[in-house]
């Protein structure tokens, strides 16, 4: 994600105090430590995972990631959690929500993100971790849609996306206004969940 130059549009969100943590099953979301920059900083200069981004060149540029996710939390009173795996690994990378920072057709938005180590890939661990992020941001937040973007060739997060019920539109892709003109990572996919769909179907999945 680029720091925008110019104001953008925001989703009017009031603040509300994040908690410390949330719980899954396997995982917790939970604010940042300064010792998470270091597997940040590894996580960002894996080429495998950072295949269908733009690339966090050098340790600086990966800290002041870490510092623009602090201050979204600070700001916002949301942002991307890190993710914890209790008992195997204090940090496996990251979800959350963060605004939309540029202005597009379908902003203001607020969109849902992930990025996990490649050695936890393939384990369910980003559908867990996005769907208590999309919980808190429908019910602590009362957020009524949220967004998710990537590109077309991202077919691993689009599984995700529609893993959590998320649905795609054709007709809605884009070309991202942060990336270069005629760059491979240019052109984007839109996916949309809204509440209704997410508590309709957290409730045919309840126990």
């Known amino acids: 994600m680029s720091i925008p130059q110019l104001p953008f549009p925001r989703v009017p969100v009031p603040y509300s105090t994040p908690p410390e943590a949330i719980q899954g099953p396997r995982i917790k979301l939970r604010l940042w430590r300064q010792s998470d920059w270091d597997g940040l900083a590894a996580m960002l200069a894996d080429p495998e995972v950072m295949e269908h981004l733009m690339p966090v060149e050098g340790r600086a540029a990966s800290d002041e990631v870490a510092r623009r996710i602090e201050r979204h939390f600070a700001t916002h009173g949301f942002g991307l959690w890190a993710i914890e795996l209790p008992g195997i690994s204090p940090f496996i990378g990251y979800t959350g929500l963060v605004h939309v920072p540029f202005i597009a057709t ?10 996990i180590q490649k050695a936890f890939w393939g384990q369910g661990y980003v559908s867990e ?7 808190d941001g429908f019910s602590r937040l009362d957020l009524t849609e949220i967004l998710a973007l990537t590109i077309p060739a991202n077919l691993r997060s689009q599984a995700v996306m529609r893993r959590l019920g998320m649905s ?20 984007h996919v839109l996916y949309r969940l809204s509440r209704e769909t997410f508590m309709a179907a957290a409730e045919d999945t309840a126990p």
């Open 129 to 135: 971790a996005a769907r208590l992020t999309l919980a």
């Open 168 to 187: 795609h539109d054709p007709a809605e892709d884009f070309d991202h206004p942060s990336v270069p003109p005629g760059h491979r990572l240019r052109r």
């Open 106 to 115: 379908f902003t203001p938005a607020v969109e849902i993100g992930w990025r």
